[in-house]
């Protein structure tokens, strides 16, 4: 069963290497992982077809089909030995607006307490702290206002965000700095849903209804004003800055947010910064748009 | 003969005798003194310390020590405060609230650190101890403001709620309205952790004017300024204070108010909260800074010169918590006003920066170490540090007790040399004799460890990341460390052999943490089956361990000593390793 969180298809963000479009196929997109990351690369380029796994005619652009070559958020690629790349690696990457730092993406460095960083986030976004901008400004020039300032021109979040799924007790939690796209966001609620080791079956059949794209449940996110939307509708950048928790809801129940719950790919990708050409290439009749 | 001298004495005199003896420490040595004195001191102990809330079972502690009256648990491991443990991973009091209710109607106080506390739970607390008195929930999580009001309805004798840390689902302000009119007794409340914009004021202000013994109080940041003096007004011996929101536009009739408000707090000796500070109220506050020995400036995003003039008016100060907008600048006039501190935490303003953001580097904390005699704990983010710098540090603050650097991009060299940083921490451990709990960072090789395993003797808390070459650093620390308790290990290069060859010490030491090691999952099997005593536990989020060859390193290991055997409350990540693991196929 393949299953990627129907989301935002428009292809891989400022992640590492390079994803490939072929240029006849109809809704497949394939993609290379670059193993060794010496430059993040941003966006798509358009190519022929490599080795990658290929959709099925027909089946909806999932997640997986996209390999977000960012460094993972686990630390550990090769049994635990030094993270090449994690970490020591790329420290300039492309300036690409929306590509969190290297650092962000090593889970849990700095040491800093869970407690603290969301605290520096409520303070990054606080109404006051924006408006006492105007009247500190002589005392608090960029430097003190950098934490802001890190919130919206970097990755925009710092902390972790609670995610639940509907029919599954426990929740969780996800560090968004760590995702560079709407893409990876779906590979790691997948892994964490649908691959939390000893998943009872139920566990996976719920998921895979999910992640077929048979829309039994829809991801959605509560923004700052307490409303709650769907997810993919915004740049991935302004997501990360107004985005308070997830859940993976059920469709029944998110009838209020409108029905839409696959995205139009080519209205997608127009809105996000991309220096891949041919863009028009990736539409394809097979993805609907149900209203 | 020395059964006679034991019996000698009837045990009402033995008990009035152990009730002098406080520690837990102690209490243990008097209770293997021999049989009698076991009986006795269990009868007699009221207060209980356990670490790991795995190590031993409720049914067990009620068992030995029938008449408890205050309990602290502990349940996570360290590194969950970094998101290093999976939600769900565990540390549920429940199991012990329940036990309890039945077996100490009058259990008085409940200290939680790290664990899952329910909103039953809380309600469970509240309906079954009629003199419950002292509620601390440090990193805990799970509950809601519902669950507090519970215990404000119901704990007429409460003391003390102080929820430090904790997430806590907010549901607005009301549930301080549950304190009946009639309750008096508050002494310390911290509820700064809470997240809603809603405060109940007006109930606030009640409960702080008619608890008249209240010493601590912190409050959240929904309170605003403007309503600190009426606060404090009502409470003027409070000797603990945290302020919600410390910003507003400028007012001279609330700066007046708030500075005459603070200078009738003649006992007021710590000060923290100053969230989204606007600096032209800080003068407010300096009427108490001359009395004040803690500060915590932790979330006060002001420059250098700001934080400076303020600190001059702190020379009593021990205690800093502060971020590093202070800057090297800033440090070097603190250890000139403030020469008795004591602790110093600098945390980062911007984590995650690529550039550094601000002057900070090694020269802030050297400045300090070298006119502070005093200093014993330090907790310090930097970017940069040199060997040179940390052997001045140790030479120069001796009585150092808790060392933690953070040097934020890891493996970092010596900026100066190049070299790895294994002698400024070697000299570290070398001096500072009474070191109890060290954290490393930056470019250290296996020789690091070997100081450490030679020279850290009084070591009861290390905790390592991105360090190291090969077994034998662990093995140093395992096989030199006579007093270590907490290990935690993260991204380090070490693999099966130190740990197999030091498995007797894990009993030795409450737990040990590695992830993103090289541990392999047979050698976790067969520390399970060789080791009884040891709980060995496999979080591996990516599916069981056991469809991967024995060769594959595990992603995280948890391993404690417990008395109490495997335990049943694992999510669906988690896999212990018992005795029956290493004959199972895989």
């Known amino acids: 069963m393949e299953g990627g969180l129907v989301l935002l298809g428009g292809g891989v963000g400022g992640g590492g290497g390079s994803s490939r479009f072929p240029a006849n196929e109809s809704a497949v997109a394939k993609v290379e992982v670059v193993s060794e990351v010496t430059e993040l690369e941003l966006g798509l380029s358009l190519g022929g077809p490599t080795g990658k796994a290929k959709a099925t005619p027909g089946r909806i652009l999932t997640a997986k089909d996209f390999s977000s070559v960012v460094v993972p958020h686990r630390a550990s690629i090769n049994g635990g030995y030094p993270p090449s790349v994690a970490v020591s690696g790329t420290k300039r990457a492309a300036d690409d607006g929306g590509s969190p730092t290297v650092i962000s993406q090593v889970v849990g460095w700095p040491p800093i307490g869970a407690y603290r960083m969301n605290s520096l986030v409520n303070q990054a976004k606080a109404p006051r702290a924006e408006e006492n901008k105007g009247t500190n400004e002589a005392n608090n020039p960029k430097k003190a206002g950098s934490t802001l300032k890190q919130s919206d021109e970097k990755s925009g979040h710092i902390g972790y965000t609670k995610v639940n799924m509907d029919g599954i007790g426990?929740?969780?939690?996800?560090?968004?700095?760590?995702?560079?796209?709407?893409?990876?966001?779906?590979?790691?609620?997948?892994?964490?849903?649908?691959?939390?080791?000893?998943?009872?079956?139920?566990?996976?059949?719920?998921?895979?209804?999910?992640?077929?794209?048979?829309?039994?449940?829809?991801?959605?996110?509560?923004?700052?004003?307490?409303?709650?939307?769907?997810?993919?509708?915004?740049?991935?950048?302004?997501?990360?800055?107004?985005?308070?928790?997830?859940?993976?809801?059920?469709?029944?129940?998110?009838?209020?947010?409108?029905?839409?719950?696959?995205?139009?790919?080519?209205?997608?990708?127009?809105?996000?910064?991309?220096?891949?050409?041919?863009?028009?290439?990736?539409?394809?009749?097979?993805?609907?748009?149900?209203? | 003969m020395q059964k006679k001298v034991a019996c000698s004495f009837p045990d009402e005199v033995l008990e009035h005798v152990f009730s002098f003896i406080q520690s837990d420490k102690d209490r243990n040595a008097v209770s293997m003194v021999c049989k009698s004195w076991y009986?006795?001191?269990?009868?007699?102990?009221?207060?209980?310390?356990?670490?790991?809330?795995?190590?031993?079972?409720?049914?067990?502690?009620?068992?030995?020590?029938?008449?408890?009256?205050?309990?602290?648990?502990?349940?996570?491991?360290?590194?969950?405060?970094?998101?290093?443990?999976?939600?769900?991973?565990?540390?549920?009091?429940?199991?012990?609230?329940?036990e309890m209710a039945g077996a100490y109607p009058w259990l008085e106080e409940i200290r939680l650190k790290r664990m899952v506390v329910t909103d039953e739970c809380l309600e469970l607390i509240a309906k079954s101890f009629k003199n419950f008195k002292v509620l601390v929930l440090f990193s805990c999580e799970g509950f809601s403001t519902d669950g507090l009001a519970a215990i404000a309805a119901s704990c007429m004798n409460l003391?003390?709620?102080?929820?430090?840390?904790?997430?806590?689902?907010?549901?607005?302000?009301?549930?301080?309205?549950?304190?009946?009119?009639?309750?008096?007794?508050?002494?310390?409340?911290?509820?700064?952790?809470?997240?809603?914009?809603?405060?109940?004021?007006?109930?606030?202000?009640?409960?702080?004017?008619?608890?008249?013994?209240?010493?601590?109080?912190?409050?959240?940041?929904?309170?605003p300024l403007d309503k600190i003096a009426n606060i404090l007004g009502r409470a003027p011996q409070l000797v603990d204070f945290g302020t919600g929101t410390y910003g507003a536009d400028l007012q001279s009739d609330v700066f007046s108010s708030l500075a005459g408000a603070f200078s009738s707090c003649k006992e007021l000796r710590s000060l923290s909260g100053f969230w989204d500070v606007v600096p032209a109220y800080l003068p407010a506050i300096y009427p108490v800074?001359?009395?004040?020995?803690?500060?915590?400036?932790?979330?006060?995003?002001?420059?250098?010169?700001?934080?400076?003039?303020?600190?001059?008016?702190?020379?009593?100060?021990?205690?800093?918590?502060?971020?590093?907008?202070?800057?090297?600048?800033?440090?070097?006039?603190?250890?000139?006003?403030?020469?008795?501190?004591?602790?110093?935490?600098?945390?980062?303003?911007?984590?995650?920066?690529?550039?550094?953001?601000?002057s900070l580097t090694e020269q802030g904390l050297v400045s300090v170490c070298l006119a502070c005699p005093k200093l014993q704990s330090v907790l310090y983010?930097?970017?940069?540090?040199?060997?040179?710098?940390?052997?001045?540090?140790?030479?120069?603050?001796?009585?150092?007790?808790?060392?933690?650097?953070?040097?934020?991009?890891?493996?970092?060299?010596?900026?100066?040399?190049?070299?790895?940083?294994?002698?400024?921490?070697?000299?570290?451990?070398?001096?500072?004799?009474?070191?109890?709990?060290?954290?490393?960072?930056?470019?250290?090789?296996?020789?690091?460890?070997?100081?450490?395993?030679?020279?850290?003797?009084?070591?009861?808390?290390?905790?390592?990341?991105?360090?190291?070459?090969?077994?034998?650093?662990?093995?140093?620390?395992?096989?030199?460390?006579?007093?270590l308790r907490k290990l935690e290990i993260r991204d380090c290069?070490?693999?099966?052999?130190?740990?197999?060859?030091?498995?007797?010490?894990?009993?030795?030491?409450?737990?040990?943490?590695?992830?993103?090691?090289?541990?392999?999952?047979?050698?976790?099997?067969?520390?399970?089956?060789?080791?009884?005593?040891?709980?060995?536990?496999?979080?591996?989020?990516?599916?069981?361990?056991?469809?991967?060859?024995?060769?594959?390193?595990?992603?995280?290991?948890?391993?404690?000593?417990?008395?109490?055997?495997?335990?049943?409350?694992?999510p669906p990540f988690v896999w212990t390793m018992d005795e029956d693991s290493a004959l199972q196929v895989s």
Not at chain 2, 190 to 203: F, H, I, P, R
Not at chain 2, 448 to 453: K, Q, R
């Open chain 1, 170 to 291: 426990i929740g969780r939690k996800l560090d968004l700095n760590a995702h560079s796209s709407y893409e990876s966001l779906a590979q790691a609620l997948e892994d964490m849903f649908l691959r939390s080791g000893g998943a009872e079956k139920e566990q996976l059949t719920m998921a895979s209804k999910l992640f077929d794209g048979s829309s039994e449940f829809v991801l959605t996110y509560e923004d700052k004003e307490g409303d709650w939307m769907l997810v993919g509708d915004v740049p991935w950048v302004m997501f990360l800055t107004s985005v308070r928790r997830l859940r993976v809801m059920k469709t029944s129940e998110a009838n209020g947010l409108g029905k839409i719950f696959l995205f139009d790919i080519r209205s997608e990708i127009a809105r996000e910064e991309r220096t891949a050409k041919k863009q028009a290439d990736i539409a394809s009749p097979a993805f609907t748009i149900h209203r």
């Open chain 2, 39 to 98: 009986e006795i001191e269990r009868w007699c102990r009221r207060k209980i310390f356990i670490g790991n809330c795995y190590a031993v079972s409720p049914r067990m502690v009620i068992r030995r020590f029938p008449k408890v009256r205050s309990i602290e648990l502990k349940g996570k491991p360290h590194f969950a405060d970094f998101n290093l443990v999976p939600d769900g991973w565990g540390g549920y009091v429940l199991p012990w609230i329940a």
């Open chain 2, 159 to 223: 003391r003390e709620l102080d929820l430090r840390d904790s997430d806590v689902d907010d549901l607005g302000g009301h549930w301080l309205s549950h304190f009946p009119e009639t309750y008096t007794s508050l002494v310390s409340l911290n509820s700064s952790c809470l997240g809603s914009d809603e405060v109940s004021l007006s109930a606030l202000e009640r409960l702080v004017g008619r608890c008249t013994n209240l010493r601590t109080l912190r409050l959240n940041r929904a309170v």
């Open chain 2, 289 to 358: 800074c001359s009395r004040l020995t803690s500060l915590n400036l932790s979330y006060v995003t002001i420059q250098s010169p700001d934080l400076v003039k303020l600190l001059r008016h702190c020379p009593s100060l021990q205690r800093l918590l502060v971020l590093d907008y202070i800057e090297d600048s800033g440090l070097e006039a603190l250890s000139s006003s403030c020469k008795d501190l004591q602790e110093l935490r600098v945390f980062p303003s911007d984590p995650f920066g690529e550039e550094p953001n601000v």
């Open chain 2, 381 to 483: 983010f930097c970017r940069r540090m040199s060997n040179v710098a940390l052997v001045t540090i140790a030479q120069n603050c001796p009585n150092l007790t808790r060392f933690r650097l953070c040097i934020i991009e890891p493996r970092t060299a010596d900026f100066l040399t190049l070299e790895p940083l294994d002698v400024g921490f070697g000299a570290i451990v070398e001096h500072c004799k009474d070191l109890r709990r060290l954290s490393l960072s930056g470019l250290l090789t296996d020789r690091v460890f070997e100081y450490i395993g030679r020279y850290a003797k009084k070591l009861e808390m290390l905790s390592v990341a991105f360090a190291g070459e090969s077994d034998l650093g662990l093995h140093h620390v395992l096989s030199g460390c006579e007093s």
């Open chain 2, 493 to 570: 290069p070490f693999g099966d052999k130190a740990l197999l060859a030091n498995a007797a010490k894990l009993e030795t030491m409450r737990s040990l943490w590695m992830s993103s090691c090289a541990v392999s999952f047979g050698a976790c099997k067969l520390l399970g089956q060789k080791m009884p005593r040891l709980n060995v536990e496999v979080i591996d989020e990516s599916g069981p361990p056991d469809s991967r060859p024995d060769s594959c390193p595990v992603d995280k290991l948890y391993i404690y000593r417990s008395v109490a055997g495997p335990r049943f409350d694992m």
